[in-house]
């Protein structure tokens, strides 16, 4: 069995790290998001964990939250930059950010090497999640039609990724009867709506449905379909200072094309993550009672 590597788009933390919230400390002894991330992920089996940065920003980012990982995993760097284009197409002047997620997953070609999970810096998902990610991953390839990729995503229940304090913007997905993906759609405002949940365009939903928090499982082969598609995004406006080249609807656009398709696995775990600044207190709490009910010990890495 050949386990996964772990992806971490974290190539939007700064060089001011203490007030970014991917850093904010939220366990009992100063442990952030991303430390429950890499601790699950090895405890799932994962051995070897590839960051996402900006490269002026690596030495300061290996200082002070890689170098604790690489004591316990392989740890290696991959870079997302502004200019990171298709040859012959050129960043705007003004662009002050790289292009998206998709385009963060891009960018660790080369360094990935086998079959990989990709998270968000600053999710919680949880143990099982990455348990039931990493199980599928190591298993062999399942059966797809001619020239399709078989790959993965964790889908969360809306309810459960919500936030008190404002809306949250959710990749809905449409899942058939055999729990394979069909379709990606994005929403940006969702909220909590009496029994349910209400989108600023007015669409309700029950809060049972499935939702994307980018937590995939990907092989090698969707490095190439992302290059395609990035070229097309580019040509399609995608030079506009303020686009972005999502993962999800890159994905959404695999499995329309009948390039991939996507076995959803489902999950009872709650997400959580520091949105706005008032969920810290929830995160903090939330962490409380895993310690307490003994899922994580009181100092993930066996500091004082």
């Keep these: 069995m050949t386990r996964p ?20 400390r939220v366990g009992p002894s100063g442990e952030t ?49 502004i200019d990171m284009l298709p040859k012959g197409f050129e960043a705007p ?25 990709v998270i968000n810096a600053d999710d919680f998902y949880g143990r099982g999640a990455y ?41 809905v997905c449409e899942v058939d009867a055999d729990g394979t993906l069909v ?26 449905e499935p939702v994307s928090m980018n937590f995939w499982g990907f092989r090698p082969s969707v490095f190439g379909f992302l290059e395609d598609m990035f070229a097309d995004f580019l040509k399609a406006g995608g030079l506009d200072a303020k686009s972005e080249f999502y993962l999800p609807s890159a994905v959404d656009t695999m499995i329309s094309s009948k390039l991939a398709r996507v076995r959803v696995l489902d999950t009872p775990e709650r997400w959580f993550g520091v949105t706005y600044r008032e969920d810290k207190g929830y995160v903090v709490s939330r962490i409380q009672e895993l310690v307490a009910n003994g899922e994580y010990p009181p100092s993930l890495w066996g500091d004082p």
């Excluded at 348990?131 to 309810?159: H, I, K, N």
């Design 183 to 208: 379709s990606v759609k994005e929403y940006t405002t969702l909220e909590a709506s009496g029994d349910g949940v209400r989108d600023g365009s007015s669409d309700v939903f029950t809060g049972q």
């Design 33 to 81: 998001v991303m430390d429950y991330s890499v601790f699950d992920a090895a405890r799932a089996g994962v051995e070897r964990a590839v960051f996402v940065v900006r490269k002026e920003f690596e030495m300061d980012f290996h200082r002070q939250v890689g170098a604790k990982f690489a004591k316990r995993m392989d740890v290696a760097y991959a870079f997302q930059e």
């Design 131 to 171: 348990t039931a990610l990493a199980d599928w991953l190591s298993a062999d390839a399942p059966q797809a039609p001619s020239g399709c990729e078989s790959y993965a995503l964790v889908a969360f229940r809306m309810a459960n990724t919500l936030s008190p304090f404002g809306g949250v913007a959710r990749g």
């Design 5 to 24: 590597e772990l992806l971490v788009m974290a190539a939007g933390m700064g060089s001011r790290f203490g007030g970014l919230k991917q850093v904010e």
């Design 93 to 117: 002047g003004g662009r002050m950010k790289p292009w998206g997620t998709g385009h963060a997953v891009l960018a660790a070609k080369g360094v990935v090497k086998g079959p990989f999970m």
